[in-house]
T-cell receptor, first 113, second 116 residues
Framework: AQTVTQSQPEMSVQEAETVTLSCTYDTSESDYYLFWYKQPPSRQMILVIRQEAYKQQNATENRFSVNFQKAAKSFSLKISDSQLGDAAMYFC??????????FGTGTSLTVIP | DAGVIQSPRHEVTEMGQEVTLRCKPISGHDYLFWYRQTMMRGLELLIYFNNNVPIDDSGMPEDRFSAKMPNASFSTLKIQPSEPRDSAVYFC??????????????FGPGTRLTVL
């Protein structure tokens, strides 16, 4: 079965500091994609960053970067220079080449001023 | 592009009533997904369509739930009869298989359903 696990239900970070959210997944597929979505209080799901499994280089989007370890099936999200607007629920998602995504249970991030 | 459109944004109904949620995917997208989000279960995939055809409805909780996609620009999720445990936020998302390697899903704003 395909599963995605986010072991940290809640995290907090001081403004301007760095925080890492963890995600692990289980699959027998060799080619797939990984995503981090952000859900602020507005409920809107927003794509933060994505990673192709066949790429060894970790994806980076401004202050957001990932640590992708394929052998360990780990896909963590690092947020640098945290801002108040980063406060949200973060979901890790896994998807094979195609369409259906599998989401984790989410990590609620609080940013402390 | 207006993005994925869902209506209504909020729905309050009484137990036993029929509820219909609506979704308009992004023009040109060929996949459409319905999700349910609750505190207890997180984000669950209910059903998804490809080119208006239901591909996997194994996530639909009960026969009370049904979904249709009569054309490429419209889908409905119906609950009949509704129960209090159906209270949740329901999201619609769409994606385009030929839009690049990622098949990113674009989400609508969700419908918050409350069944009293």
């Amino acid at each position: 079965a395909q599963t995605v696990t986010q072991s940290q239900p809640e995290m907090s970070v001081q403004e301007a500091e760095t925080v890492t959210l963890s995600c692990t997944y289980d699959t027998s597929e060799s080619d797939y994609y990984l995503f981090w979505y952000k859900q602020p209080p507005s409920r809107q799901m927003i794509l933060v960053i994505r990673q192709e499994a066949y790429k060894q280089q970790n994806a980076t989007e401004n202050r957001f970067s990932v640590n992708f370890q394929k052998a360990a099936k780990s896909f963590s999200l690092k947020i640098s220079d945290s801002q108040l607007g980063d406060a949200a629920m973060y979901f890790c998602a896994w998807g094979p080449t195609g369409n259906q995504f599998y989401f984790g249970t989410g990590t609620s991030l609080t940013v402390i001023p | 592009d207006a993005g994925v459109i869902q209506s209504p944004r909020h729905e309050v109904t009484e137990m036993g009533q029929e509820v219909t949620l609506r979704c308009k995917p992004i023009s040109g997208h060929d996949y459409l997904f319905w999700y349910r989000q609750t505190m207890m279960r997180g984000l669950e995939l209910l059903i998804y369509f490809n080119n208006n055809v239901p591909i996997d409805d194994s996530g639909m909780p009960e026969d009370r739930f049904s979904a249709k996609m009569p054309n490429a620009s419209f889908s409905t999720l119906k609950i009949q009869p509704s129960e209090p445990r159906d209270s949740a936020v329901y999201f619609c998302a769409s994606s385009f298989a030929g839009g690049g390697p990622y098949n990113e899903q674009f989400f609508g704003p969700g419908t918050r359903l409350t069944v009293l």
